[in-house]
């Protein structure tokens, strides 16, 4: 259970701190939120750093040095409850695109033969550690950060949204992508976005995560019959890379 | 493992200091995203979709960079509907950036507080105005793009969806209430006290197709060279402290972004306030930018509200080189993307400078000079000011880690 007034650590692996900037884009309502919590570190917002036990922990980026991973073990040790904040801390993101075993082909080819790498591999928070909520995004929704830390500070543990973005889709107004023969990863994947991609004209690529029974096969046969392969396995690859494998 | 990196700035990195040699080394922590790799191997439209995501505070600039190298290659000529919205964005792009920047990065060092919001204490007027540009620049961008951060509107060739005339009025009505903010953001940092510092560096900006150079001691005197020659023109070396490449444009330590473009393109008025040779003056040059990007935002809302809206898309042309370039102007100085095509809108090879890559080695540089200039000192006091220092430029690590 969190108290009143919580410490709270904000940290950031390897990523593009856009989530981060969510938070910012939030104004009136960071600073209605940041006047419950005691924030005692956070690199990207304040040079005041005080060091652990935290009560809250809050973690955007993906982990790929081993450096990372290690400040992310002692992070999970030293925080009572731990999130992970957007698409590259609870995916991995869009670096998990890379296949690890390229990783080292693509070092010579971008930094050279002398190059000592440092990086491992994209991988999301919980291939280290136990997180206790994913808010998921690619950005994140600077609402439903509000709705989580709310959650959480009312005694409560936040849940998942319990349908697909289809839904959001449908409140949108949005015409069907599927049904106009172009592909979409809405119906497998968890609202919350308010379907803002589908919105725009982009598909839906899934940055959410996967929603509960997510009827992966369903989707592909469909997905099948409007394109190749090819196209089915970048969709899939584009946020889903270490979620789905070998569908 | 628990590195002290520096705070206040977009990435990890600190600084090792030889104290006795004056040197600086810039440390850089991010892991390799490999970006040009993961590139290899999607489609042309992927390409401004995954490549925003090498930067959050800078999306859209990266977005534009790369359509702008996709439709070179494809050869597509946008229509000027599609043209003044882009313009329109990269405004909002710039606003976003800088007045992050100043109020929640840098200027606490100036204002004595820490973390951004508590502005709102110190000095509630200025605090309302970093939200008031805070605010219309997330909406230009949200209007236009779709989304604040990661636009999902943009497409080759033009927009999936254009703004509503309706949208566009009430951004005007917005703009036109928060001129002031702008203002008065010029008038605050420029009553601030900057560090004294004197470092001969080459500011470079874009122009067109063409790089343009000054001498930071001298801004009258003009080098020029093509943007098509950006990867010869800048060159990367490796550093064993950093994952971010280290850049030199024509073998000399560079300047780029909002200091360098008010002493390239500027109107010039603010120049007996600003000293190019100065870094530290990286800051008020951005708040003169947000104040001019403001007001280049209205003037293009304007003028879309008088014609007509265009919302077709450009189609590729047939015999296309399938090779291309683009470059913008990015918050924090030039830009470079380029693209190779195959015949299937494969993306076959790509390649990325950004701006912080070409302001590393300048940091160190002037980082140098500091230490060297300010002899009397107290190491706390120097750590101090070379933090502020690092901070002023403005570096972006998550972007030259790409």
């Known amino acids: ?247 | 493992m628990n590195k002290n990196f520096i705070a206040k700035i977009e990435g990890h990195g600190n600084l090792t200091v030889d104290w006795d040699k004056d040197k600086v080394k810039l440390n850089i922590f991010e892991g390799e995203r490999l970006f040009e790799g993961i590139l290899v191997g999607r489609t042309a439209e992927e390409m401004h979709w995954i490549t925003p995501r090498i930067c959050g505070v800078c999306p859209v600039a990266h977005g534009m960079a790369s359509l702008r190298a996709v439709e070179d290659a494809l050869d597509i000529k946008v229509n000027e509907t599609t043209r003044q919205l882009r313009d329109l964005m990269l405004c909002g792009q710039m606003i976003q950036s800088h007045a992050l920047h100043l109020f929640f990065l840098s200027l606490p060092d100036y204002l004595g507080i820490d973390r951004g919001t508590e502005l709102a204490q110190k000095n509630p007027a200025a605090f309302k105005q970093a939200l008031a540009l805070k605010e219309v620049s997330d909406e230009i961008v949200q209007v236009v793009g779709g989304r604040n951060v990661h636009p999902t509107t943009t497409a080759i060739g033009g927009f999936h969806k254009i703004p509503t005339k309706a949208q566009l009025k009430k951004l005007l009505k917005k703009l036109a209430e928060t001129a002031t903010a702008a203002q008065d953001t010029v008038k605050l940092c420029l009553s601030l006290d900057y560090p004294e510092l004197k470092v001969d560096l080459k500011l470079a900006a874009l122009v067109n197709d063409k790089i343009i150079a000054v001498s930071s001691n001298n801004i009258s005197g003009r080098m020029e060279s093509l943007v098509k020659n950006y990867k010869k023109d800048i060159e990367e070396d490796i550093r064993d402290y950093s994952t971010a490449k280290f850049g030199k444009y024509k073998g000399e330590e560079t300047l780029v972004g909002a200091l360098a473009r008010l002493a390239i393109y500027g109107d010039h008025s603010y120049d007996d306030k600003l000293d190019f040779a100065n870094p530290f003056y990286n800051n008020p040059a951005q708040a003169i930018e947000i104040k001019i990007y403001h007001h280049n935002a209205q003037a293009i809302v304007e003028k879309l509200l008088a014609g007509d809206l265009d919302s077709r898309i450009i189609p590729p042309s047939k015999d296309a080189s399938l090779i291309g370039i683009g470059a913008v102007e990015a918050p924090r100085g030039g830009l470079y993307h380029e693209v190779q095509l195959d015949k299937d809108n494969i993306i076959t090879e790509a390649n990325i400078i950004t701006p912080t890559v070409q302001n590393l080695t300048s940091i160190e540089t002037s980082a140098r000079a500091l230490l060297e200039q300010n002899k009397g000192r107290s190491r706390k006091e120097l750590e101090r000011l070379l933090n502020m220092l690092v901070r002023a430029y403005d570096p972006c690590i998550t972007c030259s880690v790409h």
């Open chain 1, 1 to 247: 259970m969190i108290k009143n007034r919580p410490k709270v650590a904000i940290y950031d692996f390897t990523d593009c701190e856009g989530c981060e900037v969510k938070l910012i884009s939030l104004r009136e309502k960071l600073l209605a939120l940041e006047k419950r919590l005691n924030i005692i570190d956070w690199r990207l917002g304040q040079e005041k750093k005080e060091s652990g036990p935290f009560d809250l922990t809050i973690i955007e980026g993906t982990p790929i040095t081993p450096d990372e991973v290690a400040s992310l073990k002692k992070l999970r040790q030293e925080s009572k409850i731990l999130i992970g904040l957007g698409a590259c801390a609870c995916l991995g993101g869009i670096p998990a695109i890379m296949p690890q075993p390229d990783r080292e082909k693509w070092y010579k080819r971008i930094y050279g033969e002398k190059y000592r790498p440092r990086g491992i591999d994209a991988l999301p928070l919980t291939a280290y550690a136990e997180i206790d909520f994913l808010i998921h995004g690619c950005p994140v929704d600077g609402d439903e950060v509000v709705r989580v830390v709310e959650e959480l500070l009312a005694g409560r543990k936040p849940q998942y949204r319990g349908y697909s973005v289809c839904f959001e889709c449908k409140q949108a107004n949005n015409p069907c992508r599927i049904i106009e023969g172009k592909p979409c990863l809405g119906p497998i994947t968890q609202g919350g976005c308010g379907a803002v991609c589908v919105s725009g004209g982009s598909p839906c690529y899934g940055c959410f995560g996967l929603r509960e029974e997510a009827n992966i096969k369903g989707l592909t046969d469909i997905l099948e019959n409007l394109t190749d392969k090819k196209e089915i396995e970048r969709y899939f690859s584009m946020f889903l890379s270490r979620t789905i494998k070998n569908e």
